[in-house]
């Protein structure tokens, strides 16, 4: 049985959906509206092409950047411009920006911390070993490789000598 849904929930999910951080999938989205997966992402699509409509007021949703969309300029600007505000500011220019206070917050936080070493260096770590595990692999496999070749051109040789050939 199929479920109905109104216009005001599909733009609620929609919004949802574009709003969140990076590390929020969009099927735990789905999952947690009680939603499929395909019916968010088709809500979505709509919503981008200006298909998906509230009822109540009759206007359209915007098009407004996701907050993983936004340049590290252009959330360089919004931390600044938040900078000298006070809370009740910093909730008004959100809400005329289409973000969350908490997307300011996160990306403060993302340009005062340096990246960290680590990752990069257990990365790296993580790679080199992987380069040398797939070439102990090739190499193991260039050894068989030639064994077979040797095998079959000794093959060859043994019935070219003694006229022996197995598929007579």
């Given at each position: 049985?199929?479920?109905?849904?109104?216009?005001?929930?599909?733009?609620?999910?929609?919004?949802?959906?574009?709003?969140?951080?990076?590390?929020?999938?969009?099927?735990?989205?789905?999952?947690?509206?009680?939603?499929?997966?395909?019916?968010?992402?088709?809500?979505?699509?709509?919503?981008?092409?200006?298909?998906?409509?509230?009822?109540?007021?009759?206007?359209?949703?915007t098009?407004?950047?996701r907050?993983?969309?936004?340049?590290?300029?252009?959330?360089?600007?919004?931390?600044?411009?938040?900078?000298?505000?006070?809370?009740?500011?910093?909730?008004?220019?959100?809400?005329?920006?289409?973000?969350?206070?908490?997307?300011?917050?996160?990306?403060?936080?993302?340009?005062?911390?340096?990246?960290?070493?680590?990752?990069?260096?257990?990365?790296?770590?993580?790679?080199?070993?992987?380069?040398?595990?797939?070439?102990?692999?090739?190499?193991?496999?260039?050894?068989?490789?030639?064994?077979?070749?040797?095998?079959?051109?000794?093959k060859?040789?043994?019935?070219?000598?003694?006229?022996?050939?197995?598929?007579?």
């Amino acid at each position: 049985m199929r479920r109905q849904f109104t216009q005001e929930f599909k733009v609620q999910a929609v919004e949802k959906a574009l709003s969140q951080c990076d590390d929020v999938r969009l099927e735990d989205i789905a999952d947690d509206l009680g939603v499929g997966y395909s019916t968010l992402q088709r809500w979505i699509a709509l919503a981008k092409k200006h298909q998906l409509e509230i009822h109540q007021t009759g206007s359209q949703m915007t098009a407004e950047k996701r907050p993983q969309d936004w340049s590290l300029e252009e959330r360089l600007n919004a931390v600044i411009e938040c900078g000298s505000l006070d809370e009740a500011a910093i909730n008004e220019y959100c809400r005329n920006i289409g973000l969350y206070p908490h997307h300011i917050q996160q990306w403060k936080k993302d340009l005062v911390t340096p990246p960290s070493n680590k990752t990069v260096k257990s990365d790296s770590k993580q790679l080199k070993q992987e380069i040398k595990q797939l070439q102990k692999e090739l190499n193991r496999k260039d050894k068989a490789l030639a064994e077979t070749a040797a095998l079959l051109v000794l093959k060859k040789k043994a019935d070219a000598l003694w006229g022996f050939n197995e598929d007579d």
